[in-house]
């Protein structure tokens, strides 16, 4: 039987692949429902990452490695897990996102991070609730914080200050046809928190 850095079966991370597919898809569908627009996403790739291998795999998203990054971070904790989501925009003209939110054309620095927090607030919360209700539990959520203000990928996830050895990090692309709106969304779930999520995968699977 393979596992996936010790923390998952092939079984359980197909499972983990199935829930978080419908969970993004249902958060992808409330995004193109709000913006009236078809929304592309990507199938989620599951992966157990260390804080440094998400900055590399974060920065290989981006076309230009000294690009300015926008990133918003959302804690979790419920059922006995607990995490992190991270929405990070890449390749986004702000002026079109504005316009899709009707917002006023080229906004401001206050206006752009009014932006960020609406859209994450779908992505987000549309996604744990997709999850929560999966999993047959429910989420606390912390404030949602800004990060990467002007600051490259590497600056952003050191601002994160990130508290655990390796995570298991579920990754989906979001993209909006016709626009120039791109976003990943990362779901972190702490290493600690992973045998509470096993358990929960192993019911689904029985």
Known sequence: ?????????????DCLQEITNVAMGQAGDRLARLLDVFV?????????????DIAMALQSLNRQSDEAVFGVCQGFIGGGLAGETMLIFNDTDYDDLARLLKYDSNPDEKARY??????????????LKGLAEQLDIHFSFGPPMLLGQHCNITDLLQSTNMRWKQALVVEI??????????????????ENSVPGLVEKLNYLLD
């Open 173 to 190: 692309n979001y993209a909006i046809e016709n626009h120039r709106i791109n976003c990943d969304l990362l779901l972190v779930i702490a």
């Open 1 to 13: 039987m393979t596992m996936l850095g010790n923390l998952l079966t092939e079984d359980q991370r």
């Open 40 to 52: 592309v996403l990507s199938i989620p790739h599951v992966s157990v990452l260390k804080p440094t």
């Open 114 to 127: 009014e932006l960020l927090m609406d859209t994450a607030n779908v992505l987000n919360g549309a996604c």
